[in-house]
Each structure stands twice: as C-alpha cells, then as structure tokens.
C-alpha cells in the first residue's frame, strides 16, 4: 500500500504501535525475544518505524532482534503469537484477506493472533466519526469493511476462535482488539 497519502498523525500511531508491541513483550516475557515485524505497507517509511522501535526497545533495556519481512507472505514459519496493532484499515480487502490467512498459517497449535484496528461503528457517532474523520484520510476502498462489518466477518471466517478482547471509542472511530486462535 501506497504511504504517500498517510498523514503524518497516521504514521506516528503505526511507530506508536511498534512501540506498544515492545513495551508489552518486555512485560509479558521478561527476557529478550525476537520479533519479525512483517510490513504491509511501503518499506522505506517502514525503515524509520522499525528504527524507532529498535530505539525504544534499547532504552527499556529489551533485548528485541527484529527481522522484517512482508506480511502478506505466507511461509513464515511456527510462532506463538502474532500481533497486528492498526494496519488491517490500510490495506486494500484483497490484502485483508491475503494477510490474515499469512497469520493463520504462520501460528503454531496453541498459537493466538491478536489485532487491534478499527471495526465497526457500535453507535451513530462513531459510525460518523470514522466516516468523516478515518475514511477521507486513510481511503475508502480499504476502510468500509472496516466500517461495515466485513473486515470482522473474514476475520470470524479466518479463524476458528475469536473473542473481543477490548473495544475503545476514539475520536476518528471504534477500535477493537480481537483475540483469535486457530
């Protein structure tokens, strides 16, 4: 996908989420990990924002080894967890699709993908919110499943198991983190 249309506000929520996915995996694992951050969207924008992650991991002491690859290929490997923090809305429905069957496939038995991105308006407002707000800003094509429904849908169809694990109101729409296993 295309970054040049993103805002700026846009991409720091993307370094913002990198950041997140560190500080949670020093949290739950208390030692040093490796995490392959796999993109979806334009490498070069994805260098500074995998840099930055590095950064944040070294000053909180995490011993992090980041590899990065392209998320919507699907011979990743066996991994126990896959996180996805707003990305889905981005990528086109094809892509949707292309990257959750790589997450299915890249998950050991046992194995969880958690995915926190929009989903669909709970109330009139946010419905409006992130129809005024998200959809200008981040294109149409790629954010109505997201608006109506569909992109939960495939997510359901995808896998076996999916719970909602939080569902927060913002001011461009209604973010959801869904817990799914295989």
């Known amino acids: 996908v295309d970054m040049g249309h993103l805002s700026r506000d846009t991409l ?3 370094v913002g989420g990198l950041e997140t996915l560190v500080r949670t995996v020093a949290a ?3 030692v040093g990990c490796e995490i392959d951050v796999l993109w979806s969207i334009d490498p070069i924008e994805f260098v500074r924002m995998i840099a930055t992650a590095r ?3 070294e000053r909180a002491g995490v011993d ?3 590899r990065e690859g392209d998320m919507t290929v699907r011979e990743l490997g066996g991994y126990d967890r896959v996180y996805s923090t707003m990305t889905f809305h981005h990528l086109l429905p094809d892509a949707k699709q292309l990257a959750l069957d790589a997450a299915l496939a890249a998950l050991v038995r046992g194995g969880s993908f958690v995915v926190a991105d929009f989903t669909r308006p709970r109330d009139p407002l946010q419905w409006a919110l992130f129809a005024w707000i998200q959809q200008p800003l981040d294109g149409f094509e790629n954010t109505r499943p997201h608006r109506d429904g569909s992109f ?3 997510v359901r169809k995808t ?3 999916v719970r909602s694990a939080a569902v927060a109101r913002t001011i461009a729409g ?3 983190t869904l ?3 295989p």
């Open 12 to 14: 720091d929520q993307l």
């Open 174 to 176: 209604t973010v959801e």
């Open 55 to 57: 950064r944040n991991a």
């Open 64 to 66: 992090v080894l980041f």
């Open 152 to 154: 939960e849908a495939a």
């Open 159 to 161: 896998f076996r198991q």
């Open 28 to 30: 739950e694992e208390r």
């Open 179 to 181: 817990v799914c296993v």
